[in-house]
């Protein structure tokens, strides 16, 4: 048997690929068969590139600012009228403590980043596949979007509009031949809780699921068309739970694993 051409491949999308689980979701796609597009705002983004480059794929690393719409187009044009296969919508980030002792900066930076940049992308990409009646969507939500996040208030709240967001759009591209499944990942073993100045709570220190894990049971959604997937046992239960339990007595819940000083030593 030859080898499959680039010509040939399927062509995936990953954003926040340099790190975490968006480099693992990365590899479940090289590992299948597919050419990438990774992008992050970070020259790391190179590395995972070189280290992706195997299996005969081409792997093209574009190292772009997603929270801002020229970002996205500069991500976007990279495809050169290829068509996208998948896009894998995983850029994040996320911010702790207070609300009113965090900068208006990091505060738009983060909802610019979670929302803003990963709705434009996924609204040119969606259209593209609609129109050609063929591709996959996978969106990173979270667990963390399922309740009020004490001392991370607005990451939390940008994981409830995307985990909304993905079934709301998942109904409307039904019978489109383009489906939509939504990431829900509890707290993994990423650089996330460093960057998110998050190492002092008990969430930062506790231990995590695996990105690898978290990214395989995503990529194994995605290819059954799945419109959604809790990873890890404990986050299951926490999903179920943030059902029935009244909203402020979840909110305090997460005071004691995201507050300043809760650090487990």
């Known amino acids: 048997m030859g080898t499959v051409t680039t010509e040939t491949r399927p062509l ?5 690929a340099s790190t975490g689980i968006g480099y693992e979701l990365a590899r479940c796609a090289v590992e299948n068969g597919y050419d990438l597009i990774i992008a992050a705002d970070e020259p790391a983004i190179h590395t995972a590139a070189a280290k992706l480059s195997t299996k005969g794929a081409r792997v093209l690393p574009i190292e772009a600012d997603l929270a801002t719409p020229d970002g996205c187009e500069k991500l976007y044009a990279a495809a050169q009228g290829r068509p996208v296969s998948i896009l894998m919508a995983n ?10 002792d965090q900068s208006w900066a990091d505060i738009q930076r983060v909802i610019d980043t979670n929302i803003t940049g990963t709705l434009y992308l996924i609204h040119k990409v969606a259209r593209d596949m609609k129109n050609r009646g063929d591709g996959k969507i996978l969106i990173t939500g979270s667990i963390a979007g399922l309740m009020p996040g004490t001392f991370q208030a607005v990451y939390n709240g940008t994981k409830a509009l995307l985990d909304s967001f993905s079934f709301a759009l998942r109904a409307e591209l039904k019978d489109s031949g383009v489906t939509v499944t939504c990431l829900m990942p509890g707290a993994t073993e990423t650089e996330f809780f460093e960057r998110a100045d998050l190492m002092d709570t008990k969430v930062g220190t506790q231990k995590k699921d695996s990105a690898a894990d978290v990214a395989k049971s995503g990529w ?9 997937v809790v990873t890890g046992w404990n986050n299951k239960l926490r999903a179920a739970i943030s059902h029935i339990v009244p909203q402020g007595v979840l909110a305090e819940q997460h005071r004691k694993m995201a507050a300043p000083g809760t650090a487990e030593h």
């Open 12 to 16: 995936a999308i990953v954003t926040g």
């Open 91 to 100: 850029a994040g980030r996320g911010l702790g403590h207070a609300f009113i």
């Open 220 to 228: 194994d959604a995605l290819m059954n068309n799945e419109g959604e």
